[in-house]
């Protein structure tokens, strides 16, 4: 796959753009061109320039770089890393002085080294420091968005940090959107459950405001009304603008008449990422035996979702089952959402494919009908449990060694994180698990800048009512 520039459309500067998700998901919009992209990862910018071979790239600390002199861009979107960010205290920038050097060097005001946290938090502080000095030569970014972990909220700073963006003559606007939960008009649905924060903003000059309920609002079914809705999202807290679906906010239906019913989104099913052609290897067959927590989550898994289909007979659902150390992690039913997944590489995904009904030579196969969980670096300890078809139905106990098991491939790390089907990532297994897991699904790029081109341009896009999936094997 190759992305070719329109001389005439509207451009965009992708920052921390990895493999190159968020640069789908722009470069999906009609009359828009990614023009630069930078990462400090030179693997993920060989990656991207594959994809994107007339985008200029930079490639190292974006903190060491003097960015207030890049080139002018319409829209500027910015993913900085967000492995290191929690509710500690941040440091002050000082943006009086930030522009006679880089902001990394504000972190060696004392003696005291860097830490992880704050050199994230300095990532953060690059965007009004790029956005000023575009204004101060005289040009202007029109709109832009901020893509990083809903725990960023929390950051003692941010009202200063995002007023800083305001200050420039910006509007702005929080939201919290969950992967599964985006409806793209073009590029492929995820299925995974991936809460994010996002940090839309757009020049007061424009005279316009983007129409986020035409974006934003994701199709669901109201048992109450017994009709389909565009959701509205309702968080718990009042004082709330940031967090997890279903932990801080839920959807509703827009109806008064059935008194805002909870209704669930729809989202694609996990099914659409496997490659059901690869085979499992039977426990008892290993060579190398799995470890006695991850057995023990697959029996736990197994004796908590099988359900009776007659007094005899057993349906067992698939299951998803973490392979970390970690105590405390239970196997679930693939039936619902896979939970978040951490960088640290060491969540496993385990998963039944279908339940095969074998019943007179024939079968049934049964989807899986929720979404996987947030699919990060550490993808490649997603592993795949199925059981052999001769027990998918079964009479009495099920022996475990039984059970197929085998890991994801990077292509379906690929697929649940919502990648063109023929996008290229290079290098080793781990490098491209690391380059997808780390990357943003091109779905959520595509319906964020979407309102914002219409606000720049005051032209309409076509909204498709029924999304593109990803693709089954």
């Avoid at 753009?17 to 400090?40: F, I, K, L, M, Y």
């Avoid at 985008?55 to 600390?61: A, I, L, M």
């Avoid at 809903?150 to 009202?159: A, F, K, P, Y």
């Avoid at 974006?215 to 940031?242: G, T, Y």
């Amino acid at each position: 796959m190759s992305y070719r520039h329109d001389n005439d459309a509207l451009t965009v500067m992708d920052w921390f753009c990895g493999a190159g998700g968020s640069s789908q998901g722009v470069h999906a919009v009609p009359g828009v061109r990614v023009t630069r992209a930078a990462n400090h990862w030179l693997r993920a910018i060989e990656s991207h320039a594959a994809n994107f071979p007339d985008t200029d790239h930079y490639q190292g600390d974006i903190r060491k770089a003097p960015v207030w002199d890049w080139p002018v861009t319409d829209i500027f979107w910015a993913s900085p890393e967000c492995t290191n960010w929690s509710v500690a205290k941040g440091k002050r920038r000082d943006f009086d002085t930030a522009m006679q050097g880089d902001l990394f060097s504000l972190l060696e005001e004392t003696e005291e080294e860097p830490t992880a946290e704050e050199e994230s938090r300095a990532l953060m502080e690059e965007v009004p420091l790029y956005l000023r000095g575009v204004q101060e030569r005289g040009g202007l970014v029109k709109a832009g968005v901020v893509e990083n972990v809903v725990d960023v909220r929390q950051w003692s700073e941010w009202d200063r940090w995002i007023g800083e963006i305001r200050k420039l003559g910006y509007e702005t606007k929080v939201i919290a959107l969950n992967a599964m939960h985006a409806l793209p008009r073009t590029v492929h649905q995820a299925p995974q459950s991936r809460d994010r924060l996002f940090v839309a903003y757009w020049h007061r000059s424009l005279g316009r405001t983007p129409d986020w309920n035409k974006w934003l609002r994701p199709r669901a079914w109201c048992a109450s009304c017994e009709q389909h809705v565009d959701a509205m999202q309702v968080f718990k807290r009042h004082d709330r603008d940031m967090g997890r679906y279903r932990q801080q906010y839920v959807y509703r239906c827009p109806k008064a008449a059935c008194r805002y019913a909870i209704v669930e989104p729809e989202a694609l099913p996990a099914a659409t990422c496997i490659d059901w052609s690869i085979p499992g290897q039977r426990i008892g067959d290993r060579t190398r035996p799995l470890a006695d927590k991850t057995l023990a989550r697959i029996q736990a898994g197994i004796t908590r979702f099988a359900r009776p289909l007659d007094g005899r007979r057993l349906q067992i659902p698939p299951l998803m089952v973490p392979v970390e150390g970690r105590d405390g992690k239970e196997a679930n039913s693939a039936l619902a959402p896979l939970r978040t997944q951490t960088a640290r590489n060491e969540t496993g995904l385990a998963w039944l494919p279908f339940i095969a009904e074998l019943r007179g030579g024939g079968s049934v196969a049964r989807p899986v009908t929720e979404a996987l969980a947030t699919v990060t670096a550490s993808g490649n300890h997603h592993g795949l449990v199925t059981p052999d078809p001769r027990i998918a139905i079964v009479e009495g106990d099920i022996d475990i060694h039984d059970v197929l098991f085998r890991m994801l491939d990077p292509h379906e790390i690929g697929r649940a994180m919502a990648f063109a089907d023929d996008y290229i990532v290079l290098g080793s297994k781990r490098e491209r698990v690391r380059q997808y897991g780390n990357g943003v699904p091109p779905g959520m790029a595509e319906v964020l800048v979407c309102p914002l081109v219409e606000a720049i341009t005051g032209s309409e896009l076509e909204r498709h009512t029924t999304p593109r999936t990803a693709l089954a094997a």
